[in-house]
C-alpha cells in the first residue's frame, strides 16, 4: 500500500487549505484507521486528527475547532480540511494509515506513511 498526499502549498494567514491522501495498491487489505500528523522544522512529529474506519474522529487540541478531517472508504482517501490557518501550523503534513493486510490464516497489521506535503502559512 502506497499513501500520496496533495494539496500542500503557500497560503496566507486565515487562509485555508484541503489535503488529500489516497492509498494506492490497497487489493485484499483493509485500510483502518488513517490520521493525520506534522512535523514543523526543529519540531517532533505530531499528531493533528484521526479517523476511524467507522468515522470517529479524533484532534489534537490545538487544531480543534479549525481543522477537519474526514474520508471516502470507497476511495481509500483521506482528507484534512485547514481553515483559518496560523504561521505555527507551518510544517509537512503526513498521512498515516493502519493497514491490514490478511496473509494465509492471520492478518498482519502494518503502519503506512506517505512522503509528506508542505504547507506554508505567511503572516
Known amino acids: 500500500v502506497q499513501l500520496v498526499e496533495s494539496g500542500g502549498g503557500l497560503v496566507q494567514s486565515g487562509g485555508s487549505l484541503r489535503l488529500s491522501c489516497v492509498a494506492s495498491?490497497?487489493?485484499?487489505?483493509?485500510?483502518?484507521?488513517m490520521a493525520w500528523y506534522r512535523q514543523a522544522p526543529g519540531k517532533q512529529r505530531e499528531l493533528v486528527a484521526k479517523?476511524?474506519?467507522?468515522?470517529?474522529?479524533t484532534y489534537t487540541d490545538s487544531m480543534k475547532g479549525r481543522f477537519t478531517i474526514s474520508r471516502e472508504n470507497a476511495k481509500n482517501t483521506v482528507y484534512l480540511q485547514m481553515n483559518i490557518l496560523k504561521p505555527e501550523d507551518t510544517a509537512v503534513y503526513y498521512c498515516?494509515?493502519?493497514?491490514?493486510?490478511?496473509?494465509?490464516?492471520?492478518?498482519?497489521?502494518?503502519?503506512?506513511w506517505g512522503q509528506g506535503t508542505l504547507v506554508t502559512v505567511s503572516s
Open positions: 498515516n494509515a493502519e493497514v491490514l493486510v490478511p496473509i494465509i490464516e492471520k492478518t498482519v497489521r502494518l503502519e503506512e
Open positions: 495498491g490497497v487489493g485484499a487489505s483493509i485500510i483502518n484507521d
Open positions: 479517523i476511524t474506519s467507522g468515522g470517529s474522529t
